[in-house]
């Protein structure tokens, strides 16, 4: 280690060169850099050369003497706390548990995605079978085996009849942003293709059947009215209303019948299903997925029909609807995340008192964990208006409430010794308020 310019010594470990430069030395290279705007020339002697011998390299110099002296002006303690991102106290407690709540989240993401293909028999509804998306009228049976079993496709006269309905809100999905300025052009060509839609449809009607003519008459209905927005190049809200109330009473119609056509197609195969999943003691176990959204998401025909062939307290454990499965790996784990917390929550919570059994019942349902820790704060801090998230404590009394509802000896005994603290907290502020007035 040598160096032949006073105060920075040069070292070499392999084929690297380490630079080190005193402090007091800073101020003045910052200078003298500006000044001579020239390469410094360092001596080094190297452990692996012989004794005395120097080697020379070149260090290009800096041309900015205030950027070099700022780089160097802070202090170690001053930089310290840039890189020490987590912090102290409360921010280290904060990133401390923030590594445990993550690595809860992917521990619990892998227990659910297993157990949820850990559960047999499973019957899923599903919605996005091919050519058949959104028609909602197959079932897929899984078995612990392996094996599947699927419902066939009901006739087609059940999907003919929906996507029959569906045209007055096509029409209107097409025609509604222009309600307001109803001659403002830009839905013709739109509408245009739905026509051209209907007469293709039209020429496939070559009989005079009951049937048919239902068909007809809603096609016709929907092409008219196309005909006249396109011919008075406009779209009058009043317009569109009289044609609605021209088809309702046909897509009434087909909707009765695509229910009834599902409901006859479905209940013989779901039956024997039934029956043998029965015959193998297996039936009551069996859970039911179905795959929604929130506008069809309640008294959907899928789920009652189960209702029909299940048990109360089976049908109401057992069939899991939600918005949330977009496929049929997304149902297992929900399935998986559902059943794996009513699991979870007889372990952790227990059911010895009326409190573990809440928790039991809010961790095994749609309802929240928090909700009754929830609406106390909100009734509690809506009650006193002064009150913000930062500042609302549980009072001693609602502890002892708590203490009450327990889980176990242990929490019970620490929640009543929080709320003595409490206790001691509040008559030592009421004692300070009484000494301030007097």
């Given at each position: 280690m040598?160096?032949?310019?006073?105060?920075?010594?040069?070292?070499?470990?392999?084929?690297?060169?380490?630079?080190?430069?005193k402090e007091e030395t800073i101020e003045k290279e910052?200078?003298?850099?500006?000044?001579?705007?020239?390469?410094?020339?360092?001596?080094?002697?190297?452990?692996?050369?012989?004794?005395?011998?120097?080697?020379?390299?070149?260090?290009?110099?800096?041309?900015?003497?205030?950027?070099?002296?700022?780089?160097?002006?802070?202090?170690?303690e001053q930089l310290l706390p840039i890189a020490a991102w987590r912090g102290s106290d409360t921010k280290q407690i904060l990133f401390a548990t923030r590594d445990i709540h993550l690595t809860m989240r992917e521990h619990y993401s892998q227990m659910i995605r297993q157990v949820g293909r850990n559960i047999f028999p499973c019957i899923i509804a599903s919605e996005n079978d091919m050519h058949h998306r959104g028609v909602g009228s197959m079932f897929t049976l899984y078995l612990e085996d392996g094996s599947t079993r699927r419902t066939k496709v009901p006739p087609a006269k059940y999907e003919i009849y929906k996507n029959l309905s569906h045209m007055p809100l096509c029409v209107y999905s097409i025609i509604s942003p222009y309600f307001a300025q109803p001659t403002v052009s830009g839905w013709e060509d739109k509408l245009m293709v739905v026509n051209n839609k209907i007469t293709v449809a039209l020429s496939t009607l070559q009989t005079q059947s009951s049937e048919h003519e239902h068909y007809r008459t809603m096609l016709i209905y929907t092409q008219e009215y196309l005909q006249r927005c396109?011919?008075?190049?406009?779209?009058?809200?009043?317009?569109?209303?009289?044609?609605?109330?021209?088809?309702?009473?046909?897509?009434?119609?087909?909707?009765?019948?695509?229910?009834?056509?599902?409901?006859?197609?479905?209940k013989p195969q779901l039956e024997a299903w039934k029956s043998e999943l029965e015959a193998m003691g297996k039936w009551t176990d069996t859970y039911v997925i179905i795959p929604t959204v929130w506008p069809v998401g309640h008294d959907n025909p899928r789920q009652k029909l189960f209702q029909q062939l299940m048990a109360?307290?089976?049908f109401q454990t057992h069939v899991i609807m939600s918005e949330m499965p977009r496929?049929?790996?997304?149902?297992?784990?929900?399935?998986?995340?559902?059943?794996?917390?009513?699991?979870?929550?007889?372990?952790?919570?227990?059911?010895?008192?009326?409190?573990?059994?809440?928790?039991?019942?809010?961790?095994?349902?749609?309802?929240?964990?928090?909700?009754?820790?929830?609406?106390?704060a909100i009734e509690k801090v809506f009650e006193n208006k002064?009150?913000?998230?930062?500042?609302?404590?549980?009072?001693?009394?609602?502890?002892?409430?708590?203490?009450?509802?327990?889980?176990?000896?242990e929490i019970e005994k620490a929640l009543l010794h929080t709320a003595a603290l409490l206790d001691v907290e509040e008559k030592k502020k009421n004692t300070s308020d009484e000494k301030s007035f007097y």
């Amino acid at each position: 280690m040598n160096s032949n310019h006073s105060g920075k010594i040069v070292d070499k470990i392999g084929n690297r060169f380490f630079f080190y430069i005193k402090e007091e030395t800073i101020e003045k290279e910052a200078a003298d850099y500006h000044a001579k705007r020239k390469e410094t020339h360092i001596t080094y002697v190297s452990s692996n050369i012989h004794h005395g011998q120097s080697v020379s390299v070149s260090i290009p110099t800096w041309d900015d003497p205030t950027k070099l002296a700022a780089l160097f002006t802070p202090s170690i303690e001053q930089l310290l706390p840039i890189a020490a991102w987590r912090g102290s106290d409360t921010k280290q407690i904060l990133f401390a548990t923030r590594d445990i709540h993550l690595t809860m989240r992917e521990h619990y993401s892998q227990m659910i995605r297993q157990v949820g293909r850990n559960i047999f028999p499973c019957i899923i509804a599903s919605e996005n079978d091919m050519h058949h998306r959104g028609v909602g009228s197959m079932f897929t049976l899984y078995l612990e085996d392996g094996s599947t079993r699927r419902t066939k496709v009901p006739p087609a006269k059940y999907e003919i009849y929906k996507n029959l309905s569906h045209m007055p809100l096509c029409v209107y999905s097409i025609i509604s942003p222009y309600f307001a300025q109803p001659t403002v052009s830009g839905w013709e060509d739109k509408l245009m293709v739905v026509n051209n839609k209907i007469t293709v449809a039209l020429s496939t009607l070559q009989t005079q059947s009951s049937e048919h003519e239902h068909y007809r008459t809603m096609l016709i209905y929907t092409q008219e009215y196309l005909q006249r927005c396109l011919n008075d190049k406009s779209v009058h809200v009043h317009d569109f209303q009289k044609y609605c109330q021209s088809i309702l009473p046909h897509v009434i119609v087909s909707m009765a019948r695509a229910a009834e056509i599902q409901v006859v197609s479905a209940k013989p195969q779901l039956e024997a299903w039934k029956s043998e999943l029965e015959a193998m003691g297996k039936w009551t176990d069996t859970y039911v997925i179905i795959p929604t959204v929130w506008p069809v998401g309640h008294d959907n025909p899928r789920q009652k029909l189960f209702q029909q062939l299940m048990a109360k307290e089976h049908f109401q454990t057992h069939v899991i609807m939600s918005e949330m499965p977009r496929d049929i790996d997304e149902s297992f784990d929900l399935l998986g995340r559902v059943v794996g917390d009513r699991v979870a929550a007889r372990l952790i919570f227990g059911c010895e008192t009326a409190g573990a059994r809440s928790m039991v019942c809010a961790l095994s349902t749609e309802r929240d964990l928090i909700s009754d820790a929830c609406q106390d704060a909100i009734e509690k801090v809506f009650e006193n208006k002064e009150n913000t998230g930062t500042n609302v404590m549980l009072t001693a009394s609602q502890l002892r409430l708590y203490a009450g509802q327990a889980t176990s000896k242990e929490i019970e005994k620490a929640l009543l010794h929080t709320a003595a603290l409490l206790d001691v907290e509040e008559k030592k502020k009421n004692t300070s308020d009484e000494k301030s007035f007097y």
